[in-house]
Structures are given as C-alpha cells and as structure tokens.
C-alpha cells in the first residue's frame, strides 16, 4: 500500500513544479529585505505555529511551495508574498440529515447516518476541491439515497452491517482524490409510515398465532401417542392400574388433607361381594 506522501503527491492536481522566475525571485528578494528592515516586529508577523493535528499549505505567489504540507510546529511566512491555508488532520463526523427515499419494492422511507472521516492529504483537500467538508457532505447524502434506492425493505432492516460497508467504500474511492479517508459509515434509524408499521405488527402477529397453533397440535399429538403407550402398558398389567390409583390418592392426600371420593374398581367389589353371597347361601341352606 502506498504512503500518505506518496498518495498525495499522486492526487495532487494544483502543485505547479515550475520556478518562479526572474520577476518572482525578485519579488521573494523584497521581500526578505522587508522582513529585514522591520526586523524584530515582521518576525512575529512572519512565524506561525501550526499544531500537532494540523497542517499548513502554503501559496508562494499563488503556487503551491512543495507538494507536502508544513508542520507542525514553526513555519515561516513572507510577507506579502505567501498565503498559508490550516487544514485540522482530526476525525470529522458527518451527520447525515434523514433522507426520503423510494426502495426498490416501492416502499417510502426516511434513513439518516453518520459518517466518519479524515483528512490525510492537506495539499489535496485544498488544491482539488473549493469547499472539502461541504463536497463530502453532499457527496454522502447522495451515495446513502442511490445505494439504499437499490434495495427492497426487508435487505435495509436486516443486511445495514452489509449496506455501510458498501457506502464506505464507493465513498473512499469518490474521495480518494480530495485527500480524504472514510474511516467508518453507520446507519441511524430507518423510519417506515405508521400504516406499513401497523400492517408488519399484524403479519408478525398472525405468523406467530399460526407458529403456536401449530406447537400445540404437536404437543398434543406427543401427548397422545404418550397415552396410548402408556395405556397399551397398562392393558398387560390390570395390577399396575390399581397402583397407579393408589399413588394418586396417595399424592392427593398428602397436598391437602379432606374427604376424598375415589373410584375402585367394580373386580374389587366383586370378590367382597362374591363373599358375601356365598355366606347368605349358606344361611339359606341351614335354615
């Protein structure tokens, strides 16, 4: 990958290489013979300091002085005859104001973003471009409306990771020669009108009303097929039915202690009656 000097010597459009002259090495001489004479107060007119996130770029009778930038620290300025231009090397966040936009499913929506950007080339930011902050703003809106006018509704909501990642890089490429580098693109909110919302809210209801019908057919089917299971264990075993009676009774009672009507088996009441019959034949027979 190439250097940032290398990269701005490259995106450089304004640099003229050329020399001044004859007319213009006299005008630099008059110069510095006017600092001379004023000297001590032009020094404190003709020194700048430049700080650590910024960086001069300075004009030297409407030239471009060299095609890297100055400083930071002590740059010196002549009167009369260089202009010097402070460009803030700093991260800038671009807020990006909601954009109405048609998506591709026909679909009206307002989406607003944020863009993060810095400058790494101070001669080119200034020599290519008049307004560099105001082109990438306006370059930004229009790229967020062209990129999202491309998709439907549903590829906004869930793919927004996949939509920035696009926009960052056809607005890196876009900027390349004004000296810029976008570090980072995020979208903020996605607003839908009040109907359509209305309108999702009612099919993700219904989707999920059908979801759990439909849980519940299964459930009850497993239960089912549990039942008959069980019921074909307890048709081998009469005895296991019986138990199964007692250990419910048993459960009850110890929850809450009251009157308890419970059902026993008529095979029961036939062996006691059976009993009971014999004895009253008995009886009979004697008398």
Same mark, same amino acid.
């Given at each position: 990958m190439d250097s940032p000097e290398k990269l701005e010597k490259n995106n450089l459009v304004g640099t003229n290489k050329s020399q001044l002259g004859v007319c213009g090495w006299i005008l630099v001489f008059l110069s510095f013979l006017l600092m001379l004479v004023t000297f001590p107060i032009s020094i404190w007119m003709c020194l700048k300091i430049i700080k650590e996130y910024e960086r001069a770029v300075v004009f030297r009778l409407g030239r471009i002085q060299a095609d890297k930038a100055k400083g930071p620290g002590l740059i010196l300025v002549l009167p009369c005859i260089d202009v010097f231009v402070k460009v803030d090397l700093r991260t800038v966040t671009c807020n990006i104001p909601p954009q109405e936009i048609l998506t591709r499913d026909s679909v009206t929506t307002q989406v607003d973003g944020v863009v993060y950007y810095r400058i790494y080339s101070a001669v080119s930011a200034v020599a290519n471009v008049n307004d560099v902050h105001q082109a990438t703003f306006l370059l930004?809106?229009?790229?967020?409306?062209?990129?999202?006018?491309?998709?439907?509704?549903?590829?906004?909501?869930?793919?927004?990771?996949?939509?920035?990642?696009?926009?960052?890089?056809?607005? @890196? @490429? =876009?900027?390349?020669?004004?000296?810029?580098?976008? =570090?980072?693109?995020?979208?903020? @909110?996605?607003?839908?009108?009040?109907?359509?919302?209305?309108?999702?809210?009612?099919?993700?209801?219904?989707?999920?009303?059908?979801?759990?019908?439909?849980?519940?057919?299964?459930?009850?089917?497993?239960?089912?097929?549990?039942?008959?299971?069980?019921?074909?264990?307890? =048709?081998?075993?009469?005895?296991?039915?019986?138990?199964?009676? +007692?250990?419910?009774?048993?459960?009850?009672?110890?929850?809450?202690?009251?009157?308890?009507?419970?059902? +026993?088996?008529?095979?029961?009441?036939?062996?006691?009656?059976?009993?009971?019959?014999?004895?009253?034949?008995?009886?009979?027979?004697?008398?």
């Open positions: 930004a809106q229009t790229t967020l409306r062209n990129v999202l006018g491309t998709q439907t509704l549903s590829q906004i909501l869930s793919g927004r990771e996949e939509i920035a990642h696009s926009i960052q890089t056809l607005l @890196d @490429d =876009a900027t390349e020669l004004w000296g810029i580098r976008v =570090a980072r693109v995020e979208i903020k @909110d996605v607003r839908i009108p009040v109907q359509l919302q209305r309108s999702m809210a009612a099919e993700a209801e219904a989707t999920r009303e059908a979801r759990a019908k439909v849980l519940a057919a299964e459930g009850e089917m497993n239960a089912s097929k549990s039942l008959k299971s069980a019921s074909m264990v307890l =048709a081998e075993s009469p005895v296991a039915l019986q138990l199964r009676y +007692l250990q419910t009774l048993t459960t009850v009672a110890t929850e809450k202690n009251s009157t308890i009507v419970f059902p +026993l088996p008529m095979n029961i009441l036939e062996g006691i009656g059976g009993i009971s019959y014999g004895n009253n034949k008995k009886v009979t027979a004697k008398a």
